[in-house]
């Protein structure tokens, strides 16, 4: 059975449109809200953290209205990164988690993605179950007068989500004598990012910092790496760091002004890991990771497998097979041994603790060459038309062509409106052809 609202990491859309407003974020609230009551093993309480979106002061309202009305205590803590919120989730021994956010979509989007008291993403099967609870009468739902639900604001939920980060690492780790550029994309993590690393000691240029709630990922952030890409070459840095709206992904720039994306990063710690003897089992990756990177890892004599693309199937995958380490090419990477989903600073933190006898950015990262990409995203009205049969025998037609060669991928987009053609192909022309066979039947 599908799921009726959520998709691949939680739920999105246009701020005022079916699903994402005041009156669906009441239902969330207090479906959620209802579900997380019955699992009585905590203190019936929900903490709630956001990104800069000018929509989260209308959606936030109704959240916590919710949750209160189904008898959940609430505390709201601000513009806060996802898996700070996790942690927070985790450490505060809530019941659940909400983050309010669309994560890398424009401002006009909005969203929320629910965690569970262990700081873990929702199941397909609780997030089913709370769908049930959705479409059910509002007032079977509703509390008693006398067993409401309390809401308060913490100021320190950034303050303490650096509190955990840093104590992964030791005491005597220090960013003093790093320049490092950091575009936080004017979105959740404009706090926390550069707190983070002045806090280390290093000198930090900070862009992407002025969030005015409609400014979140525009031109700015991990959708947009050469903005970080010209900062570096700009202010002469060691790094550069791109984090994205809520700050769960991570696209990093080396010191020769190399944009280094997720597949690079996570070929770079599962190197390291392996030294270290730290790497547990091996490395999930997705189906969009870079071929390059599992004819990488094979030859480091490191287990690959894949995930369908979503950070939340990644650690499903990590879990069952007992990895430590996985993630995405766009930069959603999932540090298992500190981490329960993708965290941007934590990433940049470990990638910054490899470096800090001198190293440079460059050695660190140049693992593999990558196997040339194209990723073409399509605009739809309904992402159904991928099933239509013209659709399908253009996608059989490709795959014929390139069989042997390369390898194309056609999906549904989970959190936006749009078919997604990936093609890899060291014969860039084949390659190309391919993908438009593919996008001009779908246009």
């Known amino acids: 059975m599908t799921k009726k609202y959520f998709g691949t990491d939680g739920i999105r859309g246009a701020i005022n449109s079916k699903n994402i407003n005041g009156d669906m974020f009441f239902k969330f609230g207090l479906a959620s809200g209802t579900y997380f009551k019955s699992q009585k093993k905590r203190k019936q309480t929900a903490i709630i953290a956001k990104d800069t979106r000018l929509s989260g002061y209308t959606l936030e309202p109704a ?33 659940m988690g909400i983050m309010i956010t669309a994560s890398h979509n424009p401002h006009d989007d909005n969203g929320l993605k629910l965690f569970g008291p262990d700081g873990m993403k929702l199941s397909d099967k609780i997030e089913k179950k709370i769908e049930s609870l959705i479409d059910k009468k509002i007032t079977k739902n509703l509390s008693e007068p006398e067993k409401l639900g309390r809401v308060k604001r913490l100021e320190t939920g950034t303050k303490n989500y650096i509190k955990i980060l840093k104590r992964n690492f030791t005491k005597e780790f220090n960013l003093r004598g790093l320049r490092i550029v950091i575009d936080c994309a004017n979105g959740a993590g404009y706090k926390a990012g550069p707190e983070l690393l002045k806090s280390l000691g290093a000198k930090v240029i900070a862009i992407g910092v002025n969030p005015n709630g409609l400014n979140i990922n525009k031109n700015c952030g991990s959708m947009y790496p050469e903005k970080i890409k010209s900062a570096v070459k700009k202010y002469k840095a060691h790094l550069g760091i791109s984090l994205d709206g809520d700050a769960d992904r991570i696209i990093m720039c080396d010191e020769k002004s190399n944009i280094i994306d997720g597949d690079q990063i996570i070929a770079a710690l599962a190197t390291r890991w392996k030294n270290k003897k730290m790497l547990r089992g091996g490395v999930v990756g997705t189906l969009m990771s870079n071929y390059g990177l599992e004819n990488y890892l094979k030859k480091e004599n490191i287990k ?19 990895f430590n380490l996985g993630g995405e090419q766009s930069g959603h990477i999932i540090l298992g041994k500190f981490a329960t989903t993708g965290d941007g600073l934590l990433v940049a933190l470990e990638c910054l603790f490899a470096l800090r006898k001198g190293k440079k950015a460059s050695k660190f990262f140049y693992k593999y060459e990558k196997i040339p990409q194209i990723l073409k995203n399509i605009e739809v009205k309904d992402k159904n038309i991928i099933n239509r049969l013209e659709i399908k025998k253009s996608i059989k037609l490709a795959t014929k062509f390139i069989k042997g060669q390369g390898r194309i991928l056609v999906r549904k987009s989970g959190t936006e409106s749009k078919i997604r053609i990936m093609g890899e192909s060291e014969n860039k022309k084949l390659l190309t052809k391919c993908i438009n066979i593919i996008q001009k039947k779908i246009k």
Request: hydrophobic share 40%; proline share 4%.
């Open 63 to 95: 959240l916590v209205s919710g949750l209160a009305s189904a008898g959940m205590h609430v505390y709201t803590l601000g513009p806060l990164p996802t898996n700070g919120l996790a942690m927070l989730t985790k450490v505060m021994k809530a019941n």
């Open 304 to 322: 690959f497998i894949r995930a369908n693309v979503g950070d939340r199937y990644v650690k499903e995958k990590m879990q069952k097979n007992k």
